[in-house]
Structure formats: C-alpha cells, structure tokens
C-alpha cells in the first residue's frame, strides 16, 4: 500500500468512526484535515470522484439531453469541491455544495465552482435552508460509509430531489455487502444501506437505473479498493 505524508488520516482518524459516531465527531475530523485533505486523498489513490461523476453525467445527458448543463445539482458531502470540479469541466454551471465542515467548504470555495454552501450534516434531520423538491439531480461520493452519513438521510436526499429526479452515489463494496471487518472498524452493527434502499424502492418513491462497480481507491488496500455507483431516479 502506498504511504502518504499525512497517513494518520487513513491509518488513525477514519478507523476510529463506527455506525455510532455522531455528527460533531465527523465534523471534527474533516476540520482538521480540510487543507491537506486533496493532497492526502490523492497520494492513497482515492478516485471516485472520476470514476463515478462520469456515469452521473451520462445519465443527466441521457434523460434531460440538450438541457443537462442548465440542471441545478448539489453535490451533497461536496467537502473541498473535487466531484464539483469534475462536473464544471463536463459543463455543468449550476451546483450547490452542502458539507458537514465549514472548513472543507471554505476550501472548495476557492475553486468558484458552486453557487450557494451550506453547512450541515446530511441526516435525517431537513437542511433548514432548502426546501422540498429543489434540485433536478444529487452527487453524493465517498460520504455515504462507515460512520460518515447513514441510511436514514435517504429520506432527506428524496425530500431535495424533484420528481424524476437523479440521484448518483458510491457505497464501498464492504459496507454495501455488509461484510465490513469488524476488527479494523470496532463495528457491533450492520450499516443498514441496501436495507434502506430496497425499502425506498418496495415504497416506489424511487427506482434503480443503474449499478456498477467500479474504482474506489487505486493504492489502497483491498478494504477500500472498489465500490459500487448507484444511480436511482425519483418517482
């Protein structure tokens, strides 16, 4: 596995955060590392950022067509900008950015590519700032995992979305199989993910349109090398 400068973050931070952990405490984490986070991520390889942005865009162009570059998108857990920043380079102009930590956001505000920030936790908990069926698509990458934002913020993603809507995010292959090592995490609970999903799409409020498995992190171990890029439609 390659080393980083700055592995603590890998090795230290992230492993301390369960299916338990509160939202101050993530908070704290991404404050800290927010100016070295880019550098930190791109020495361990992290690339979902590009490998599912992509399948995002395709689909947007594939059901609004020629209007896919007018369709407001908040990139929810959009941390320093880097999935924000893919999708201006693909067109894209009109994107909000929502993040836990003020300090990540106040990084990606530096790359003027977002129209409004908010700072708050993707819960299950209503973003107070935003109101029901605001957003033609949703961007959600490497923020849906172990002890980051759990399922029931499904609920909260659905209330943002108009109907007919995209929904786009990356699950790690581990939590979406329930097959997290317990010993590395502390674990004592499923994650409840796909549980959430299925329940969402019995309750026909939104439907599967794709499923790839794909690039997570290219030098990291086995743990973190893969997940899975969901892309739901709102109904």
């Known amino acids: 596995m390659a080393k980083t400068e700055d592995s603590g973050f890998y090795t230290g931070s992230l492993l ?4 338990n952990s509160s939202d101050e405490y993530v908070k704290g984490i991404y404050d800290e590392w927010a100016e070295k986070y880019d550098k930190v991520t791109g020495e361990a390889g992290y690339v979902a ?3 599912c942005t992509p399948i995002f865009d395709q689909l947007l162009r594939d059901k609004f067509d020629s209007k896919h570059s007018e369709l407001r998108i908040i990139d929810a857990g959009a941390g320093t900008g880097i999935v924000g920043k893919v999708l201006q380079d693909l067109g894209y102009t ?3 950015a929502l993040d836990i930590s003020q300090k990540m956001l106040d990084e990606a505000k530096k790359l003027n590519v977002y129209k409004n920030f908010f700072c708050a936790p993707l819960s299950e908990e209503p973003v107070a700032e935003i109101a029901n069926d605001q957003y033609d698509a949703l961007i959600c990458i490497g923020t849906l ?3 980051h934002v759990k399922p029931r913020a499904f609920d909260e993603i ?3 979305v108009k109907p007919g809507g995209i929904i ?3 699950l790690r292959k581990d939590v979406y199989n329930e097959t997290v090592e317990h010993a590395v995490f502390k674990e004592t609970t499923k994650f409840g993910y796909r549980e959430k999903m299925d329940e969402i799409e019995n309750e026909k409020r939104w439907k599967l349109l794709r499923c790839d498995l794909i690039d997570y992190h290219t030098s990291m171990d086995e ?3 893969k997940c899975y890029s969901l892309m739901y439609q709102v109904l």
């Open 158 to 160: 659905l209330r943002i």
């Open 49 to 51: 950022y590009k490998t």
């Open 223 to 225: 743990l973190r090398a």
């Open 16 to 19: 301390t955060l369960n299916a």
């Open 145 to 147: 995992t172990v002890g």
């Open 94 to 96: 009109n994107i909000d």
């Open 168 to 170: 786009g995010f990356t």
